[in-house]
Structure formats: structure tokens, C-alpha cells
């Protein structure tokens, strides 16, 4: 069954404002990712956290991760229209193979 | 220099053909996937191959195949091909397996199928 469920599906904002999107799963993970697909193209690994961390950054984004609650947050901040694009959370379970089961997307817009 | 690539970019077939999508990465990875994006764009795996060695398989129809030559290439065949086929298919390969390796994926074929 499908793991991750994002929210929300769309998001619409303005240059140089900040974005945040969230991604909820059902069992326990061994780490979450995200990725970003631009329209037309493949995926691209944004970050990775593990199960027992609670926060990561990478230049302007900033991840969270509540085991708790099982979910995380991605925020973009200042973004650029450059940053318009689908987001993925990806949720690897507690095994071996490598297998990710991705949400279904953040579509975000920033206008210029 | 291309990491993951992928042959054909676009495929337009009929019902019932048969067709090949071919992905090569360069990066040295062992291990190599496939995934199919539907129109909700719902990403989904469906293959994943360490080493020429099958690790994943999920619940897909038989009609799919997938053949590693080596492990710098992953091949998906699909027999008998159907409209519910169409989608766009990714490749994707990591440096190994164990989920702790980011994946790198190749810019997709769209497949339509008539």
C-alpha cells in the first residue's frame, strides 16, 4: 500500500517567500527522503534523514523528521522560481533492498 | 556526461506489440531499479537488480521483464503491451542496496500506449 501521503498537493507561492510541505507514512521507517522532479525530467535526490534524527539542512532546505507522529517537512526558503517543481517524500522501510515508496507529490509554484 | 540514461525518450506503440526500454548508468553502482510514474504522477517500484542479481519484485504482471547484462545496465522488455501500459518508466540506480544510498535517476521514457 502506499506509504507516503504529501499535503499539500499543490502549493502556490511568491518569489522570495518560504514553502513548507508535508509528508505523513504509516509504519515504521529506517530513514525519508526527498526528492524533486522538475516537469519532465527524473528525479533528484534533495536529502536524506534518518530515523533518529529530528532535523537536517542543505542550503535553503530544511527537513524535520517526528517519528512520533510519523511525518516530516520539507521547507524552501526565500525560493526562486527556479525551485517550481513536484516534491516526493520517499520512505524506506526497516530492511535491506534499497526499496523506496514515495508520496504523491507537492506540485509547488513560485512566481516571479 | 550522463549518470543514468534511458532508450527510447518516447515510445508510441500499439496494443499487443512487444518493446524494450534500456537504461545504463556510468556511476559504478551496483545496484539498478525501475519505476513506473502513472498520470497522478504515483511513483511506483518495480524491479530493483544488485549486481545482476534480482532483489525487488514487486506485484507487476509477467507480461514485464526485466534482463541485466551487467550490472551498469537494466533492461525492461514488456510483452503483449496494454492501454493501462502507458505511463512514463524511470530508471534509477544507487551504490548498493540497504536504503541508506540515494538514488540517481535516468530522465525517464514515456511509453503511450494505442
Known amino acids: 500500500s502506499q506509504q507516503g501521503e504529501e499535503d499539500p498537493q499543490a502549493l502556490s507561492i511568491q518569489e522570495g517567500e518560504n514553502a513548507t510541505m508535508n509528508c505523513s507514512y504509516k509504519t515504521s521507517i529506517n530513514n525519508l527522503q526527498w526528492y524533486r522532479q522538475n516537469s519532465g525530467r527524473g528525479l533528484v535526490h534533495l536529502i536524506l534523514?534518518?530515523?533518529?534524527?529530528r532535523e537536517k539542512h542543505s542550503g535553503r532546505l530544511r527537513v524535520t523528521l517526528d517519528t512520533s507522529k510519523k511525518s516530516s517537512s520539507l521547507l524552501i526558503t526565500a525560493s526562486r522560481a527556479a525551485d517550481t517543481a513536484s516534491y516526493f517524500c520517499a520512505t524506506v522501510h526497516t530492511s535491506n533492498t534499497g526499496k523506496l515508496i514515495f508520496g504523491q507529490g507537492t506540485t509547488l509554484q513560485v512566481k516571479p | 556526461d550522463t549518470a543514468v540514461s534511458q532508450t527510447p525518450k518516447y515510445l508510441v506503440t500499439q496494443m499487443g506489440n512487444d518493446k524494450s526500454i534500456k537504461c545504463e548508468q556510468n556511476l559504478g553502482h551496483d545496484t539498478m531499479y525501475w519505476y513506473k510514474q502513472d498520470s497522478k504522477k504515483f511513483l511506483k517500484i518495480m524491479f530493483s537488480y544488485n549486481n545482476k542479481e534480482l532483489i525487488i519484485n514487486e506485484t507487476v504482471p509477467n507480461r514485464f521483464s526485466p534482463k541485466s547484462p551487467d550490472k551498469a545496465h537494466l533492461n525492461l522488455h514488456i510483452n503483449s503491451l496494454e492501454l493501462g501500459d502507458s505511463a512514463v518508466y524511470f530508471c534509477?540506480?544507487?551504490?548498493?542496496?540497504?536504503?541508506?544510498?540515494?538514488?540517481?535517476f535516468g530522465p525517464g521514457t514515456r511509453l503511450t500506449v494505442l
Open positions: 534523514i534518518r530515523s533518529n534524527e
Open positions: 534509477a540506480s544507487s551504490q548498493s542496496t540497504g536504503g541508506f544510498f540515494e538514488q540517481f
